[in-house]
């Protein structure tokens, strides 16, 4: 654990008992009881914007998975400012853009961290082509082997409205989770990124609502909203 750098992200991690944490755990349980005919294994997480806290959140999600004892592979598939690796104290040599291009193999971009059941899939090299590669057939057969590999795999993508990134992965996935930052975005622009969602049929299963303040506690809470649908 000493090796993780950033602590202030990982507070399933660090403090397991806090109002934040069992929000986390709370996500983990609605995206499970989401779905009860198909099974849902490739989960998305974007935002429609920057600074939202997609990448915190995916984060946290990923420990409280392999918290439940299930095997977890986070991919960070924002190949335009990926965090993983320094979240984990990764190496960035090879990773997802690695492993698509094919200068390494899957198995040689996955990286154990600290965290019993949880592996990383940092983002690699920045490429010049980062929509291509997620659109890439190599890029479907990649999270087809991880799919087989683990119970789990997560998907950080860069935000919604910024590139197309994020659609494209959309429709590799078995659902999506959209972050909003309560007190940054605007409704129109938040209708915007679920719109861009559902033109290319992504699965929206709700909603983070982060950043919305309990009374009881000085630290941000986050609430989840579900598909209703």
Not at 2 to 19: A, E, H, M, V
Not at 76 to 103: C, E, M, V, Y
Request: with cysteine; proline share 4%; hydrophobic share 35%.
């Amino acid at each position: 654990m000493s090796r993780l750098k950033s602590k202030r992200q990982l507070i399933t991690l660090l403090n397991p008992r806090s109002p934040i944490s069992e929000a986390y755990r709370s996500l983990r349980t609605n995206i499970d009881f989401s779905s009860i005919d198909e099974k849902l294994q490739t989960i998305m997480v974007t935002s429609a914007g920057p600074g939202e806290g997609k990448s915190t959140t995916i984060t946290n999600l990923a420990v409280t998975y392999a918290q439940s004892d299930r095997k977890v592979v986070l991919i960070d598939a924002d190949l335009r400012k990926p965090t993983a690796h320094r979240t984990f104290a990764l190496s960035n040599r090879w990773g997802l853009s690695s492993a698509i291009a094919q200068q390494c193999t899957i198995e040689e971009s996955i990286q154990m961290t600290t965290i019993p059941n949880l592996d990383v899939i940092t983002s690699g090299d920045i490429p010049p082509n980062p929509s291509e590669m997620m659109n890439s057939k190599r890029m479907t057969a990649m999270l087809e082997q991880l799919r087989s590999i683990y119970d789990i795999v997560l998907i950080d993508t860069p935000p919604l409205l910024a590139v197309t990134d994020a659609q494209i992965v959309a429709t590799k996935c078995d659902g999506v989770i959209m972050v909003v930052d309560q007190g940054k975005v605007k409704r129109d622009i938040a209708k915007k990124a679920i719109q861009n969602l559902e033109n290319v049929n992504a699965r929206i299963l709700g909603v983070v609502l982060n950043n919305v303040k309990r009374k009881s506690s000085e630290e941000a809470y986050y609430y989840y909203y579900g598909n209703q649908e």
